[in-house]
């Protein structure tokens, strides 16, 4: 009790003091915003603001922010924000004024609107100047840009992530290959399902595993043709992804495959937490998700059991009725956008850029993705060895998060195994048979304000017609639904939009 | 006291004490079996957890996860932080609470309901995440870690049940202590804040558990990572282990392992978990109010 | 409280006169002292942000702050009244919140009373630490748990129904289990904590006033009646009028991560819809716009609840 009250007499004064800081510190809102005058004309000050993954990212103290500091010539000050609740803090920052030279951000309508009133560079015609930062990818570009404009870099990702992961021991005891066509996906399936593909003698497993997540339907349903999102009907239309004949063929096969029991039957309230548990496991012989998983997978696999090295293969799509499709990714994982409250000029402009152009370089990116030779790894025989102690990885493990990785990755990466020569291959071939999606940069007013309702409203739907709990008649009814609750402004917006964009 | 255990003797007496008994301890078995598997998880291996859906015993035992967290600086240190912003915050918040509780609890006190009217209407309303913050920011408080605790010093909820509290304790005391020539602080500080034992121990209590489960106001006050609190660790471990994993970002390391999880659970939960225990002998001292009658 | 009757009938004997608006200023002067630190909290963290709620009628950009937005009036009220979706979020959010009043409020008065029944001091404060663990698991993790034990494919709980029927419950897709899960959770998580409460209150009642109540040949049952539950009586009343001004607020984690394409139309609330309106879609003024409606509910029933408890000769919020 006596303590408690020595406190709170030490307490009170501070509190009062706290007082007058918000009487006259009000003015001052404005004022620290970072005094870029740089007369020293030597190194640059960029400010970042990031996403963190780790417990602990890198701060000034770190060798590898050091050494990445000299390289680039820059006064780097990198804010991390735990990536849990990076979009609360985003809309707060957007919101207090200060913005840092470089922030993370997401195509969201936050964004779009800050974009729209002037707070982040436009660098369409600034981009040609810088040897990485030009050479984007045509997709990509388009993906990120904002009514035809690019505001922000992206940090670049395979566009050809998705991929089906399978247990290649499997196939060789139901004696099947793997699978090319929907069909013969369908009779794998079966047979992992039915035919003890485990041998063990018991009925214990499902064809394939699908959780709570959509992502494996949309992949799936890319196989039939379906377009992403929106494809162009005969008359040069955009229409809706469901709106098409293949969707309803393939909601068939899926509801198909779930009622004869190839789908684990929990699937709609599956943990996705758990959902590769399955796989691994042994419980089932299929997952449709991004292919770099494969590796995970088997690696945790081979861990508990190594009989099961080499069990487990890759492959990008089946083939459909009308030809062979993939399902993209956006080809990105947020952006970096150039605000202009604290890059003022054009000059400064071009020093944040030749930043962001620079950690492009193959020793831009080791720096950034593998740290500092001789500290956080080593090359020994042309191979890559990185340093294990956790304290280590720690000091270079976030910058990674600033990396925009154009053209390519460059970075260090240790041996490969066959997966993921396999998986590397596959990615490149991917990108001949991805489907992109043509409304991606336009920016619409409805889907802002309506966008999760109306994207309920069809997956719901899908999902209720998978387990069957509706029919063609009640896929019928959510699509009217959607119609009504501005999914017909949506259609003529796009439209009016998607015209507009193409002259 | 003799009475009380004659009364628990009778047949329809034992009979509700055993089914009372019964009940109470399936009911702690049901709260507890969790959090068993959360510890039982912390100590087995990646394997295990991804095989059997429940366990209470780990086949093979494991330390990795704990390994793990203390060979690094940053899970000890952000307990330290928590320690830190829990202790003062308790502190000034049971300060700034019991002395406004006390003249709000006078019925004669003017202004009294208009107070009590704002205070109820701050309840309910509230300006928002962002001029919240721009107030923090203009207040000199970012990344300072009295931005954790300033900013919710007083919850009104809390508030208004201890002035209720205050409210009930017999007037007589203070009417004696104030013949006695005590002025208003003295009475409080000498009478009503020793009558108030079960009160402070609750709202030490509640005030506690709150500044050490909050890791919001970290997320939005605090930049510099190295004063990151551990429930804001803990928040990032789940959160990302929870994404979907087609948003899984393919420069990520590995996902955190499900053990780790488990055992940062363990680490920032237990420090609270004990807290209670060591409070309640003040919960049972209860305000003998019977002395005041004589 | 056997003291409260008498109590608020006596008054000072320096009452008795009628003192100026001064004096009693001068009187309370020590008060008010004390109560500065707190008005200087409340006026700095509470209402120095208040204009944040005028951005409701504003179309309010982040970025070019609060002066530089636009006015709209009454648009976004407008449009969340208007929008096709309104009463099913509506009819949701009241339902489970007339739920979490029935089913969820008595249970920790409940406990508390049957845990104030045992007479062993170390069963009683094990009971009690157990009871309250669950309020410290993240709901991520009590969603995983969750579906561990109730899923229909393996889950243990199904599992022994199952054993017993020959058929699984889908409580986790079916619509009309999700918001027996979901008070089922509340329970299972805050039942303990909320006990911590009502157990601090009885211990301010004196073993004199049990003493009493046996002399006068109350048995057990009367005894909880007449003194033990009169002595909770007036932090019920507080909690209950106080839980009120929250009505509409449901858990948005935990509704969100129990809600599935399967039980969706009557799991979405207006907490998950103004998430997903506000940070996601970052539609500030229109989240602002219906957190304001649900504040103004949620004042009208607290103001409502205190009359009524006044009425009922309660002593209420002041």
Known sequence: MKIFFRKSIITYPLFFSLCFVLLFGCSNEEADTSDE???????????????????????????????????????????????????????????????????????????????????????????????????????????????????????????????????????????????????????????????????????????????????????????????????????????????????????????????????????????????????????????????????????????????????????????????????????????????????????????????????????????????????????????????????????????????????????????????????????????????????????????????????????????????GQIDEEGLDEAEALWKQSGGDDYIEEINTLYEENQN | MSNINK??????????????????????????????????????????IARRSFFIFPETFSLEAYRYIFSTSTFVRSIGVSVFVTVVGTLVSLALTMTMAYPLSRKNLVGRNLLLNLIIFSMVFSGGMVPTYIVVRSLGLLDSLWALILPMAINPFYLIIVKTFFQNLPVELEEAAKIDGCTEIGVFWRIVLPLSKPVIATFTLFYAVFYWNDFFNALLYISDSSKWPVQLLLQQLMMVANVDFGDMDALLAEPPEESLKLAVIVVATLPILVFYPFLQKHFAKGVMLGSVKG | MANIEFEQELTFPVEKKKLTFKQKLRRDKWLYLLLIPGIIYFALFKYLPMWGILMAFQDYSPFLGFWASDWVGFTHFQNFFSNPDFFRLLRNTLILAVYDIIFFFPVPIILSLLINEVRMALFKRTVQTLVYIPHFMSWVIIASISYVFLTTSGGIINDIIAHFTGETVSFLSHPDWFRPMIIGQVIWKEVGWGTVIFLAALANVSSEQYEAAIVDGAGRFRRVWHVTLPALRSTIVILLILRLGNFLDQGFQQIYLMTNSLNREVADVFDTYVYFMGITQGAFSYSTAVGLFKAVVGIILIYGANWFAKKMGQEGLF
């Not at chain 1, 794998?188 to 003698?201: H, Q, R, S």
């Open chain 1, 37 to 467: 005058d740089n007369t020293d004309g030597e190194t640059t000050d960029i400010s970042i603001l990031t996403t963190a993954y780790t417990p602990e990212p890198p701060d000034e103290s770190s060798p590898a922010w050091q050494a990445l500091e000299e390289y680039t010539n820059t006064n780097l000050d990198i804010t991390y924000v735990p990536s849990s609740n990076w979009d609360e803090r985003f809309n707060v920052t957007l919101a207090s004024g200060d913005l840092p030279s470089i922030m993370l951000a997401d195509k969201t309508p936050s964004f779009i609107n800050a974009v729209q009133d002037g707070a982040f560079w436009n660098l369409t015609d600034h981009l040609d100047e810088y040897e990485n930062l030009s050479q984007m990818n045509d997709i990509v570009k388009n993906n990120i840009s904002i009514e035809g404009e690019i505001y922000s870099i992206p940090r670049s990702r395979p566009l050809g992530r998705n991929a089906v992961t399978i247990r290649e021991d499997w196939l060789e005891n139901v004696g099947l290959d793997k699978p090319e066509t929907i069909d013969e996906f369908y009779e794998v399936l079966k047979a992992f399902t039915e035919e003890d593909p485990d041998g063990d003698g018991e009925d214990n497993t499902t064809g394939m595993v699908v959780s709570e997540y959509e992502g494996p339907w949309d992949i799936m349903q890319t196989w039939f043709g379906v377009p992403n999102e929106w494809g162009e009907d005969e008359n040069g239309e955009l229409v809706p992804d469901f709106m098409t004949d293949e969707y309803r063929e393939a909601l068939d096969f899926f509801n198909k495959i779930y009622e004869e029991g190839l789908v684990n039957e929990d699937f709609a309230v599956m943990d996705p937490a758990k959902w590769h548990d399955a796989f691994v496991n042994g419980e089932a012989g299929v997952i449709v998700d991004v292919g770099d998983a494969a590796n995970r997978n088997h690696k945790d696999m081979v861990k508990d059991d190594s009989s099961l090295e080499g069990s487990v293969g890759l492959f990008g799509a089946v083939e459909g009725p009308d030809g062979l499709y993939n399902l993209p990714t956006l080809g990105y994982s947020s952006m970096l956008a150039i605000s202009k409250t604290s890059v003022k000029t054009e000059e400064e402009l071009h020093e944040v850029l030749e930043f962001l152009d620079k950690i492009n370089t193959e020793e831009g990116q080791n720096l950034v993705f593998n740290g500092v030779e001789g500290r956080h790894y080593e090359i020994e025989d042309g191979e890559y060895v990185p340093e294990s102690d956790q304290n280590l990885v720690y000091e270079y493990e976030d910058l990674n998060q600033i990396l925009p990785a154009l053209p390519t990755e460059r970075y260090h990466v240790e041996e490969e195994s066959e997966l993921t020569e396999q998986w590397n291959e596959l990615k490149i071939k991917n990108e001949d048979i991805v489907v992109s999606n043509p409304a991606e940069p336009l920016v619409s007013e409805v889907y802002a304000q309506h966008g999760q309702q109306l994207d309920d409203i069809v997956n719901d739907a899908r999902i209720k017609y998978i387990v």
């Open chain 2, 7 to 48: 009364m628990h003797n009778t047949t329809p007496g034992r009979i509700f004490d055993v089914c009372n008994h019964l009940l109470l301890i399936v009911l702690g078995l049901v709260t507890f079996l969790p959090f068993v598997y959360v510890m039982a998880g912390s100590f087995a291996t990646e394997a295990e």
